[in-house]
């Protein structure tokens, strides 16, 4: 099995998801955006995973390379590959799928708690799913919930925050982060935690955290190996 991920940036890379495929024997290659590599041929991709970045999925005059990218999960949605998209890439699936994504009226940067919305229980992979679950937060824009799809997770700040639909799964929050991981992030872009929002942590905040990183790694782990059982 072949997994293709999609970068946008530089420090935004697979993180865990990386150490799972690793783990299943899954073979990896990956197309960075802004180091212009080419698009993957999906006849190749077992999995396809789209990953997060700082710019919004309406960027495409600041970004080319975003138009061609949206084709491309155009494409990997009609013939079913299975398709993660996380932040960035959850936003880019749900745009492509037709909601609407849009600037939030506060940023949600921080470990905050995701509760499991009714709809979701009866999914046999979201079984195992905690009820409520601290996760990493880092995004300014919000998506709606694409037609036919299935909504999956709420927070305080932000309604949607992942959904289903057909071989797809969108995350608007970070489970794939070690505390390697989330330090880059925070050294890229810290200046997006100078803020008032009421829904931003501090630095020193979010890289205290311990616990989180633990148990979001085994929940990754079982949400991964038990969606894609069901595709």
């Known amino acids: 099995m072949h997994l293709h991920s999609l970068h946008h940036v530089s420090f935004e890379g697979l993180g865990r998801i990386a150490d799972w495929a690793d783990c299943r024997g899954w073979t990896r290659s990956a197309t960075w955006q802004h180091r212009g590599d080419p698009l993957p041929n999906l006849e190749?991709?077992?999995?396809?995973c789209i990953m997060g970045g700082p710019m919004s999925v309406g960027d495409e005059h600041l970004?080319?390379?975003?138009?061609?990218?949206?084709?491309l999960i155009q494409?990997?949605?009609a013939r079913n590959i299975p398709t993660i998209g996380v932040c960035l890439g959850a936003q880019l699936i749900a745009d492509v799928s037709g909601a609407p994504v849009a600037q939030m009226p506060h940023k949600e940067i921080g470990w905050y708690d995701i509760w499991k919305l009714e709809v979701a229980?009866?999914?046999s992979w979201m079984r195992t799913f905690p009820d409520t679950l601290k996760v990493l937060h880092w995004h300014g824009d919000q998506f709606a919930i694409p037609p036919g799809a299935t909504p999956l997770w709420s927070s305080?700040?932000?309604?949607?925050?992942?959904?289903?639909?057909?071989?797809?799964?969108?995350?608007?929050?970070?489970?794939?982060?070690?505390r390697e991981n989330l330090a880059l992030?925070?050294?890229?872009?810290?200046?997006?935690?100078i803020s008032e929002s009421p829904s931003v942590q501090t630095d020193d905040e979010i890289l205290?955290?311990?616990h989180p990183f633990v148990q979001t790694a085994d929940v990754l782990y079982r949400l991964l190996d038990d969606w894609l059982k069901t595709l």
């Open 156 to 178: 305080a700040a932000c309604p949607n925050q992942g959904f289903a639909l057909g071989s797809a799964l969108a995350l608007q929050f970070h489970l794939e982060l070690s």
């Open 75 to 77: 494409e990997a949605l």
């Open 185 to 193: 992030l925070v050294d890229h872009a810290g200046d997006e935690l």
């Open 63 to 71: 970004f080319p390379w975003l138009a061609p990218e949206k084709v």
């Open 208 to 210: 205290a955290a311990v």
């Open 44 to 48: 190749d991709v077992d999995l396809l």
């Open 121 to 123: 229980c009866p999914l």
